[in-house]
């Protein structure tokens, strides 16, 4: 899931028969056939957003690419990408491609967003910066389940479920879901989304973009696209930066049972610093007492939802996506607040069609459901929450819970991109200590995939990002170091808060 758009709460994570024929998900994949023009650079499209501080130019192009890679001279899709180009020729050294996380985030707006936000010059320089929607996304061939505002099915968590009734009634959701989606697809394209064919589409970018080598940043969901990319053309690949991590080249169901460790260990930051404004929030004076609290509000509105619907699932939620960054925390605060005494909560208005998010959440079931096998049995999934709420009191009878891929339409087209431990050591990897989404644990599996092909970079700080946006001087430098002089740490490296 993107940082960015964490408090949007969407669009972040074999029953018709096996498909004919596979791509092998492989390294040094060949890229013959591919487009020998160049892009055509014209203007972006409206709705790519370049904050007003930016003076540089933003362009963006389309690049053909096959929608099933077993014909590629089949079927094309257009995958549209932008461009802040280098001004500095003599300092150019290449293209830097990039992911915001996911899957389903556009990200034509992630290279303007982040030079917006303090980008060194010395990589505005060094590169072409390169950002895209991704196949399914955005301004390259959108797809669409046709969600609504008021669907049931409203977020890439499955809620929490506070009893066993609970995981049944969402297996009744998620499989009107996963057949809601299979009756949309009438043009079949849903089965092609994979972040195996995503990375193909990244080096056919790079071919497009007359570049030998392409280097890459991916955040989040962008960790595994970057991994399987590094991985699938190790030789097409230059410097990349791996920020925030899944823990492999797929969000797979342990990947998404992580999410509840990752909330265990970023809310006593959150509790710790709401208890020192106790006198301000009212809702702990201790970071104990703020955990009581939570489980409070939570669980009596699990019996009694407020009276603008909110949930315990949603205010569990709402929670979740508020510790991506510190500078949330008092408006969840503020959240915590309204719902702290029952019936204050203010009636909200009526939800509109349609939903806002549908691509978004429907590019995340594509791609999550369509890279690995998940259980299709409900008692497996009522055993795991029952697991997970002992053991993740917070939310782990969220992440546990039964999502669509348990009754998806099509199989994975292969086995999901093996990590490929040989090639340039070209892979730094950044992870925050306490990270809701992406603990520490998988940047941790990430690094020991990757042996020596990289390193790791351990933060020790709160919240989901680290370059640029997670505001630790370290961990910027040994960045901006690697991107723009190829200097990788020695070793795996610790950044100190600060």
Same mark, same amino acid.
């Given at each position: 899931m993107s940082r960015r758009r964490g408090m949007a709460l969407v669009g972040m994570l074999g029953l018709v028969g096996a498909l004919a024929a596979v791509i092998p998900a492989t390294a040094g994949e060949s890229t013959a056939?591919? &487009?020998?023009?160049? &892009?055509?650079?014209?203007?972006? #499209?409206?709705?790519?957003?370049? &904050? #007003?501080?930016?003076?540089?130019p933003v362009q963006c192009a389309k690049v053909p690419v096959p929608l099933d890679y077993r014909d590629p001279d089949g079927t094309q899709i257009e995958i549209m990408v932008s461009r802040i180009a280098s001004t500095n020729p003599e300092k150019r050294r290449g293209v830097l491609m990039f992911n915001p996380g996911g899957p389903g985030g556009t990200g034509l707006d992630q290279p303007a967003f982040l030079v917006?936000?303090?980008? &060194?010059?010395?990589v505005t320089d060094a590169y072409d910066l390169i950002g895209m929607d991704t196949r399914g996304v955005g301004h390259s061939t959108p797809v669409s389940c046709g969600f609504t505002a008021d669907d049931a099915y409203w977020a890439n968590i499955p809620p929490y479920a506070p009893d066993d009734a609970a995981v049944t009634r969402q297996a009744g959701i998620a499989k009107?879901?996963?057949?809601?989606?299979? !009756?949309?697809?009438? $043009?079949?394209?849903? @089965?092609?989304?994979?972040? !195996?064919?995503? !990375?193909? $589409?990244? $080096? @056919?970018?790079?071919?497009?973009?007359?570049?030998r080598k392409a280097s890459f940043y991916g955040a989040s969901y962008g960790s595994a696209l970057g991994a399987a990319y590094a991985s699938m053309f190790p030789g097409s690949t230059d410097r990349v930066?791996?920020?925030?991590?899944?823990? $492999?080249?797929?969000?797979? @169901?342990?990947? +998404?049972? @992580?999410?509840? +460790?990752?909330?265990?260990?970023?809310f006593p930051d959150f509790a710790t610093w709401v208890a020192k404004r106790h006198e301000s929030y009212g +809702?702990?004076?201790?970071p104990q007492q703020v955990r009581r609290t939570y489980l409070t509000i939570a669980e009596r509105l699990d019996e009694t939802p407020a009276a603008d619907g909110v949930t315990g699932a949603l205010f569990r939620q709402i929670t979740f996506g508020s510790l991506y960054n510190e500078i949330q925390y008092p408006n969840l605060a503020r959240i915590w607040q309204t719902y702290l005494t029952p019936g204050e909560a203010p009636r909200a208005k009526a939800a509109a069609a349609p939903n806002p998010q549908d691509n978004a959440l429907t590019v995340f079931l594509a791609v999550t459901c369509n890279d690995v096998e998940w259980p299709e049995d409900v008692d497996t999934y009522r055993r795991a929450v029952a697991q997970d709420r002992e053991r993740f009191p917070l939310f782990g009878a969220a992440s546990a819970n039964i999502t669509p891929c348990a009754f998806w339409t099509h199989d994975p087209a292969g086995p999901p991109v093996a990590v490929h431990d040989k090639g340039p050591r070209n892979v730094l990897i950044l992870q925050n200590r306490h990270d809701p989404v992406t603990p520490l644990a998988g940047g941790k599996l990430l690094r020991e995939k990757f042996e020596k092909r990289s390193r790791l970079v351990t933060v020790d700080g709160s919240g989901h990002g680290v370059y640029v946006l997670g505001g630790n001087a370290c961990a910027l430098n040994v960045t901006t170091a690697y991107l723009v002089d190829g200097t990788m740490p020695a070793g795996d490296r610790t950044c100190r808060r600060g």
């Open positions: 056939g591919q &487009p020998a023009t160049g &892009p055509q650079w014209t203007a972006c #499209p409206k709705d790519v957003v370049v &904050p #007003p501080t930016v003076q540089l917006s936000k303090g980008l &060194p010059t010395g009107d879901v996963a057949e809601r989606c299979a !009756a949309a697809d009438t $043009d079949g394209r849903l @089965r092609h989304l994979s972040t !195996a064919n995503m !990375a193909r $589409d990244l $080096d @056919r970018i790079r071919v497009a973009l007359g570049e930066v791996l920020d925030s991590i899944v823990g $492999d080249t797929h969000l797979d @169901r342990a990947g +998404l049972r @992580r999410f509840a +460790l990752g909330m265990e260990q970023t +809702l702990g004076r201790t």
